[in-house]
Every structure is written in C-alpha cells, then in structure tokens.
Antibody, heavy 122, light 104 residues
Framework: EVQLVESGGGLVKPGGSLRLSCAAS????????MTWVRQSPGKGLEWVSS????????YYADSVKGRFTVSRDNAKNSLYLQMNSLRVEDTAMYYC???????????????WGQGTPVTVSS | DIQVTQSPSSLSASVGDRVTITCRTS??????LNWYQQKPGKAPKLLIF???SLHGGVPSRFSGSGYATEFTLTITSLQPEDFATYYC???????FGQGTKVEI
C-alpha cells in the first residue's frame, strides 16, 4: 500500500527539542522529493520544509529556519524533521507529504500522511 | 513575500449547487497553482495541480482555471462528500491560502 506514516510527536516544553519521523512505503522513496507541512489548531496549512530526493538540497520556511533540520535516509525509506528551540507557536499537527517536482516552481504534494501532533507548552 | 488570498473564507451551499472559490496571488505565478481538499480530522488531499490538471481519482465535477494572479476552483453539482475546507497553494514559494470552508 502506498502510504506515509508519521511518528514522534508529543508534548514538549518551550526551548525543547523533538524529532519527527515519516515512514514511506509502496513507492520508490529514493526518487521522490519530500516535504513537511504543519497546521496549527483551527488554522490553515503552512509549508515548513522540503528536501530533494538525494537529500542534497533542502529548503525551509522563514519561521523555522535555523531551528528545524530536515533529513532523510533512503535506505530506510524514512524522512525526518529535527525540531530544536521549540516555541509555543510551533504547536501544530505536522504532516509529511510526497512532493512531485517537474521543474522550478512546478511542484505539488500528491500523497500525505495522517499527521503527528506536536504541542509546545510549559 | 508572495501573498495568497482566497475568497470567500466560508460559504453555505446545498447538494447540487455549483460552487466557485477564488484564489488571488500578489505576484504573477503563471499556472503554478494547486488546490487541496481537507475534511475535519483528516490530512489534505490533492485535487488539482498546475492550475487546471485534475489529480488521479478526483471526480470530474472539480475543475480549475486561471492564470497569472487569479484562479478559480469550481465544483459543479456539489455532492455530500464535498463539504470540506479547500486550500489553494502557489507552488513557487509553497505558500497556502487561508482556506475556504464549504458548509451545508
């Protein structure tokens, strides 16, 4: 079955760290760019970070740049998001998604996981 | 930064209605515009990419149009399963609109 399954979410204090994982199955993970998108409670969607299929290129939203690190292990069909210096405003459901890329600026998220919740609170 | 603005933010409609949602961007994005559907408690699903291309498995009552800075998502003959929140997204900077909730 083609699917993405996130894990690693939880409750963390402000300033703390958390590492999210996303396990991919049913498709050739090493050929696909991947992305993280988050959604604060009752709010809209926010792109967080993307990584190329090789892992050599990565991109971040300004709101997380310098605090979050995206990585992947193609041998394990897994995507990761290391989140440091967490803030209350990072509280959200975090989704991983497969990114279809056909050119510069021409991309879309065609497969999503069910999400993992992150709560940052003292 | 590019701004992505959807309108309306919510709308009420009935089964069988034709529904149109508009997405405007602050810069010319050619046809680099995607649409997603999200139901409560669920992950978003891709509906349309590249402004007008229907993603596989998406019913043909969904269609997209537009270019440059103004885009529309149209649902002809709204079905019960279409009540959801819809988001547009410009794919160059990957910014989402704020969403349009379609309610009964």
């Amino acid at each position: 079955e083609v699917q993405l399954v996130e894990s690693g979410g939880g409750l963390v204090k402000p300033g703390g760290s958390l590492r999210l994982s996303c396990a991919a199955s049913g498709f050739i993970f090493s050929s696909c760019s991947m992305t993280w998108v988050r959604q604060s409670p009752g709010k809209g969607l926010e792109w967080v970070s993307s990584i190329s299929s090789s892992g050599n290129f990565f991109y971040y939203a300004d709101s997380v740049k310098g605090r979050f690190t995206v990585s992947r292990d193609n041998a394990k069909n897994s995507l990761y998001l290391q989140m440091n210096s967490l803030r209350v405003e990072d509280t959200a459901m975090y989704y991983c998604a497969r990114e279809e890329v056909i050119g510069v600026g021409r991309n879309w998220f065609d497969l999503w996981g069910q999400g993992t919740p992150v709560t940052v609170s003292s | 930064d590019i701004q992505v603005t959807q309108s309306p933010s919510s709308l009420s409609a009935s089964v069988g209605d034709r529904v149109t949602i508009t997405c405007r961007t602050s810069q010319n994005i050619y046809n680099y515009l995607n649409w997603y559907q999200q139901k409560p408690g669920k992950a978003p699903k891709l509906l349309i990419f590249g402004a007008f291309s229907l993603h596989g498995g998406v019913p043909s009552r969904f269609s997209g149009s537009g270019y440059a800075t103004e885009f529309t998502l149209t649902i002809t003959s709204l079905q019960p399963e279409d009540f959801a929140t819809y988001y547009c997204q410009e794919s160059y900077h990957k910014a989402f609109g704020q969403g349009t909730k379609v309610e009964i």
